[in-house]
């Protein structure tokens, strides 16, 4: 079942008021945005084929009316004066309520292309100011919530135009026009009852449309707590098993449908009472128009055809007001959704280029990090006061326990977050005075899970450089000992991986995941334990191919096995934010201090596990 939202509070639906104003004017700008006269040109004649819709659709029931009194010979031979008889009106008519419909599907087929440029404009604003967030918004936050609330934004945006500009403002427009003429036809009597039951029809759909909103989300909540009941039972179906409470299961199943039970009757007795009362008001006014009318062809000041177009034009405003609270609910919630979307629009990027922000010139890929302080929040400082230097050309290894800072080192160098002091500097220019494109095109990442788009295998090493041809893809993934592995299988490099690379083994996408930055040619790479996550025999075939791809590259590895980094010009070993050794190998292991530690604890897994293979 559809859940939908609301506001409880009359505090609450004062802010969604203020909130629904300001998305309005926030989409505005895309119906009449400047510079785009064709879409000036379009929005004023879908405003006009509008305009002309509802001038014939009022003028319908009036050629109805000169029918009828054709035929029963009352008043004026309005027919035989414009040269038509009553057939001839009949035919008038016809085309009266023809001409009503092309001129609504002319204003559509005017105005569609507006529309859909505005929510494809929005979309693709909203997707790319979510590239621009900081990558601490992105961990912070789920993105299936960020697909919903691009989806529910832009699916709002279409339903407001579509149902407030060609729904809701004709039928005001109509509204209007018929007030009008009941008075200046019949008198302001007439006027006034219209009104007074549009005014009272309106407040009382609102009204309850408010108060069956908050039986809705009573109800979808209650749905939501079965399903919920429902799912953690058949997941744990085997729990369920051992301790025998197949009956305790139903029974609490059985309870909370029995609270969505009584919420979905509420909400049933609701709606039959909103249609009851809404009919009440429209068939009372109804009724005394009609009655009015009655008493005035009695009278002998109207005329049959006065009647009959009397109730044609309150038949005619019944039909879309039995939709407005439906319309109402559902332009709330549209412009709920478009405010989370705008709301997102004005999340602040938190990692911005400079205004004087120039291009990174890379000579020869030195890297150096002076005095860095850095804390992802306030009261947690991670880095405190980290300075070293790779030389061009030099791989540098970074160890220490979890926690340490190892990878945030790798995220502050690719700029990820901006550091709080100190400076980082890839030769002698800050990484925040240059551009982050040039950065993120000097920087190549193989990360300790790679992850793989939902495509194929040659998509996934081509995005490594856009406009790559085949043979420098495939140059690539021969590089990084995968071309063969990918030659054998029966779609070669037009098999799919499946989502996130699921289809292919760890070892595999990692390979993948090197050929892909290979691609791309970096100067500086940042081996983020790209090897931690495999096999020990995966792990070393693929460490061949990493040292084959570090060659001529200032390399940072962020190593987790101390094995894979024993060859390192140089190794530096974290401890909460500090650099609490730094050397060579066996440089640190002379000094028996804690890398030599690390080094003999592992020493001793590692050849723990191949005894323990042999007694299994």
Excluded: C
Excluded at 97 to 119: K, M, N, P, T, Y
Excluded at 177 to 190: D, E, S
Excluded at 321 to 332: A, K, S
Excluded at 527 to 542: G, H
Aim: no cysteine; aromatic share 8%; proline share 2%.
């Amino acid at each position: 079942m559809r859940r939908i939202t609301a506001k409880a509070t009359s505090a609450d639906q004062g802010s969604a008021s203020v909130s629904g104003w300001h998305t309005l004017r926030r989409v505005a700008p895309y119906l009449w945005p400047e510079g785009q006269a064709w879409v000036k040109r379009r929005v004023i004649g879908a405003l006009i084929f509008l305009v002309m819709a509802k001038l014939v659709s009022v003028s319908t029931p009036w050629v109805y009316k000169l029918a009828v009194d054709s035929l029963a010979g009352e008043g004026p031979d309005t027919g035989m004066i414009l040269g038509l008889g009553a057939v001839g009106l009949v035919v008038a008519y016809g085309l009266a309520r023809l001409g009503a419909i092309v001129f609504g599907e002319l204003r559509d087929a005017v105005f569609v292309r507006v529309g859909q440029r505005a929510i494809r404009r929005l979309a693709i604003e909203t997707f790319t100011h979510i590239h621009r967030l900081s990558l601490r918004y992105h961990i912070t936050r789920k993105t299936g919530g960020l697909s919903r609330i691009i989806e529910r934004g832009v699916k709002g945006v279409d339903f407001l135009l579509r149902f407030m500009l060609l729904s809701i403002g004709p039928l005001i427009l109509e509204l209007t026009m018929v007030a009008t003429i009941f008075a200046l036809v019949f008198g302001w009597q007439y006027a006034a009852v219209v009104v007074i039951t549009i005014g009272l029809y309106v407040w009382f759909t609102f009204k309850v449309t408010e108060w069956r909103v908050k039986l809705r989300r009573e109800m979808n909540d209650q749905d939501t707590d079965a399903n919920q009941k429902a799912i953690d039972s058949l997941l744990n179906f085997e729990t369920v098993k051992y301790f025998n409470a197949e009956l305790r299961e139903a029974d609490r199943y059985d309870g909370a449908m029995r609270q969505y039970e009584t919420a979905a009757v509420k909400t049933g007795l609701s709606l039959s009472f909103l249609n009851v009362g809404q009919a009440a008001l429209i068939t009372t006014g109804l009724v005394i128009v009609m009655a009015m009318s009655a008493l005035g062809v009695r009278a002998g000041t109207l005329t049959v055809g006065d009647f009959v177009m009397v109730n044609a034009y309150m038949i005619q405003i019944t039909m879309p007001l039995n939709f407005l609270g439906t319309v109402y609910r559902e332009i709330r919630q549209a412009l709920v959704d478009m405010g989370e979307m705008f709301g997102l629009l004005g999340q602040p990027a938190e990692v911005t280029d400079a205004p004087d922000a120039r291009p990174l010139d890379v000579r020869g890929g030195e890297i150096t990090f002076t005095d860095v302080h850095f804390r992802y929040e306030a009261e947690r400082e991670i880095l405190k006061g980290i300075s070293f230097r790779v030389a061009p050309g030099e791989r540098v290894a970074l160890v220490g326990t979890s926690g340490s800072g190892k990878s945030t080192i790798g995220r502050l160098l690719f700029r990820f977050y901006d550091i709080q002091d100190g400076a980082i500097r890839i030769d002698g220019q800050d990484i925040r005075q240059v551009t982050q494109d040039s950065l993120h095109q000097a920087i190549g990442v193989v990360p300790q899970d790679t992850v793989l788009f939902n495509d194929t295998i040659l998509y996934n090493i081509a995005y490594g450089r856009a406009g790559a041809s085949r043979e420098d893809i495939e140059a690539a993934a021969k590089a990084a000992k995968i071309h063969d592995f990918v030659q054998r299988l029966p779609q070669g490099y037009d098999t799919v991986v499946g989502e996130r690379g699921l289809k292919l083994s760890g070892g595999e996408k990692q390979r993948v995941g090197i050929a892909r930055t290979l691609l791309k040619n970096p100067l500086i790479l940042i081996l983020d334990e790209a090897t931690s996550a495999l096999d020990t025999q995966t792990e070393r075939s693929i460490q061949e191919s990493l040292r084959e791809m570090g060659e001529g590259r200032s390399v940072i590895t962020i190593a987790h096995r101390l094995s894979t980094i024993a060859d390192a010009d140089q190794i530096i070993v974290l401890e909460d934010g500090r650099i609490l050794e730094q050397g060579r190998h066996e440089e640190l292991l002379s000094r028996r201090g804690r890398y030599a530690q690390m080094w003999e604890r592992q020493s001793a897994e590692e050849e723990a596990e191949p005894a323990a293979g042999e007694a299994a």
